[in-house]
């Protein structure tokens, strides 16, 4: 990344903007160009602002960002090279295209039905340059929502599936679930039994496939105590304080200050499986999940699939870190007949 802050005005606010959106798309830099031919001016101003400041402000993370923008520019009847250049952008984030779909129908209640049917054919004509099939597959929070209610319908039932095992932390009595789409293919349920997630819970990464569970895997059995007297972070607070670990780790590695700086040598062991990632230049998308978590995912190149890593955070600092990789066991069973 360019060391470009705003300070730098918009030509130092431009490079840093051209440099994101280059990571997000391929041949991303010469789109732009091709866009704003006409007028580079504008395009310092535009790319600077959205890319440059924008997308490097910590309160949200991208996929909430792209989200934010899809709704804003179909609500405004935009149905040009805005929205194709933010529906990209958005796959790009992670967005999945059933939400992106999702956030065109939450639009026609607001913004009208008419601007909503606009947009859709450019949506429809972006997904089908990418080879997205149409109507899109449901979003991973949907497929595990649906797979939860479905559970707990056979538990009443007295009925018995196999597949339901690798859900039961989220199917306890009394289990509060809260689910977040971290990718088109992931999900993150946060199951706690009662109070904050230091209150003891488990945390399940979810793969999706085909509009089915496709495999779970424990990120952590019981969260690890982050200090119930430190006062609670925000969530935007604690996406910034994984953040920040993220490049303190990424800059000390496994170096002689890195128990020093990352806290710890448990904490340490813990990020064995990040530096990999991390030395392959990898960029992660963090999301701030609650006033204790957030989540890193590394989309890892290889059939492997994403790399999850779920920190515990208090006061400011990481106190507890869980990572998951696809190639680890999984408990769910693969997708069959429905």
Do not use: K
């Amino acid at each position: 990344m360019t060391s470009a802050e705003p300070g730098d005005g918009f030509d130092g606010l431009y490079a840093r903007g051209r440099e994101t959106f280059a990571g997000l798309i391929p041949g991303g830099g010469e789109r732009l160009d091709a866009i704003f031919s006409l007028s580079p001016g504008l395009a310092r101003v535009a790319v600077g602002t959205v890319y440059g400041h924008l997308h490097h402000r910590r309160a949200l993370d991208a996929r909430t960002r792209e989200i934010a923008a899809l709704a804003a520019i179909v609500s405004s009847g935009m149905c040009g090279t805005p929205l194709v250049v933010h529906i990209r952008s958005a796959l790009a984030a992670g967005v999945a295209p059933a939400e992106i779909a999702e956030v065109v129908l939450e639009c026609a209640a607001f913004a009208g039905f008419p601007r909503a049917v606009s947009a859709l054919q450019t949506v429809e004509t972006v997904f089908a340059e990418g080879g997205i099939v149409s109507p899109p597959q449901p979003s991973p929070r949907e497929i595990v929502l649906e797979a939860l209610d479905t559970a707990r319908r056979r538990a009443i039932n007295g009925e018995s599936n196999p597949e339901d095992e690798a859900l039961a932390p989220a199917l306890r009595a009394g289990a509060s679930t809260r689910v977040y789409t971290l990718a088109p293919d992931r999900a993150l349920a946060l199951c706690t039994s009662a109070g904050p997630v230091d209150g003891g819970g488990e945390a399940l990464d979810i793969r999706v496939a085909d509009g089915r569970v496709a495999g779970t895997a424990v990120l952590t059995e019981s969260a690890p105590a982050v200090g119930r007297g430190d006062a609670r972070d925000t969530v935007g607070a604690t996406r910034h304080t994984l953040e920040r670990f993220l490049r303190d780790l990424d800059a000390v590695r496994h170096g002689p200050a890195a128990e020093f700086v990352l806290g710890g040598p448990e904490l340490l062991d813990d990020t064995v499986p990040l530096l990999g990632p991390l030395e392959a230049g990898v960029h992660a998308r963090v999301y701030g999940l609650g006033e204790e978590c957030a989540a890193a995912v590394f989309e890892t190149p290889g059939p492997s699939g994403p790399l999850v890593a779920l920190a515990f955070c208090a006061g400011g600092r990481v106190r507890g870190l869980r990572v998951v990789t696809s190639d680890r066991a999984d408990t769910g069973a693969e997708p069959g007949p429905s």
